[in-house]
């Protein structure tokens, strides 16, 4: 699964603003996979505080078999839930929307909701106490992205470390989507370097790097990822980051990173969110 799916999905399941995009407020998420007969799985599932239910679906490419595949799933999801759904496309891609949002035939047709994020206004979300609708913000239309992201970052700079850790984590994934990587890497160097010695969550990190030397190296790791010259940095970082989760490192995990190249790092860091283990975690 693109990792841009799963970081969608978590957040989606916990947006404050869904309603915004959806017409309804879901108020508990169904299970997602269908009958084994195709062994489909939908993105998400909702039932709606009127009993409806409401299946979401990202796209981050146009595909001409999306009509077919939406119609698939409402066949499956009535044979399970005896309801008919409201069926919204979410479209995250960067090339203009191509793609059709029914499927006719001779007889009849089926449509679904197509929702193209990048024409939605994405001031409401930014401006969300919710994390995580801050940053699918940064997939709509905004009157200044980078001021957007200066904004988000400043937010995120005050949560708990380990949510810290893991929006930020969310954030660099969806910004590839946009292209906005480079703006991330700017306006959170700003951020940090201005306001990470004086907050009282992630101040003690920062001093920690000062004292080990390795701050400079852990940051460019992380917001530069695979930038030639960097990976000593990203190692390093990454490093911290699981001593963080799991403790002390054994010897065996500290030679794989050592080995590991600048792809395999990151990939690591993507897996660190959900791995439960050490073992889970270098599988």
């Known amino acids: 699964m693109q990792d841009y799916d799963v970081v969608l999905k978590g957040l989606l399941q916990n947006s404050l603003q869904l309603h915004l995009l959806t017409g309804g407020r879901i108020i508990s998420w169904l299970p997602t996979e269908l009958p084994k007969v195709q062994n489909l799985r939908v993105d998400l599932l909702g039932e709606t505080d ?16 999306v009509p077919l595949r939406m119609l698939e ?43 193209d994020l990048s024409t939605v206004d994405g001031e409401p979300l930014v401006a ?10 940064i997939l709509m239309r905004l009157k200044d992205n980078r001021v957007a992201l200066r904004r988000i970052l400043q937010k995120l700079s005050w949560l708990e470390r380990d949510q810290a850790d893991r929006y930020f984590q969310n954030l660099l994934i ?5 292209g906005l990587e480079e703006i991330v890497r700017e306006e959170a160097t700003k951020v940090l370097t201005i306001d990470l010695s004086e907050n009282k969550v992630l101040g003690p990190a920062y001093t920690r790097g000062l004292e080990e030397g390795r701050l400079q190296g852990q940051m460019e790791g992380l917001l530069q990822g695979q930038l030639q010259g960097q990976i000593e940095g990203q190692r390093g970082l990454l490093r911290c980051q699981i001593e963080s989760k799991f ?3 054994p010897p065996w995990v500290e030679q794989r990173l050592s080995q590991y190249s600048s792809q395999d790092l990151e990939q690591i860091g993507i897996r660190l969110l959900g791995a439960p283990t050490l073992d889970e975690l270098f599988r």
Request: charged share 25%.
């Open 128 to 137: 969300s106490p919710e994390p995580g609708d801050n940053i699918l913000g």
């Open 73 to 115: 799933y409402l066949v499956l999801i009535n044979r399970i839930h005896r309801r008919i759904p409201r069926q919204i496309l979410l479209y995250v891609g960067r090339k203009p929307l191509r793609m059709a949002s029914r499927l006719e035939w001779a007889d009849g047709e089926a449509r679904f909701t197509t929702v």
């Open 174 to 178: 969806l910004a590839g989507l946009r």
């Open 247 to 249: 403790g002390s490192l």
């Open 50 to 65: 009127d009993g409806g239910l409401i299946q979401i679906e990202v796209q981050s490419t146009n595909d001409a078999d």
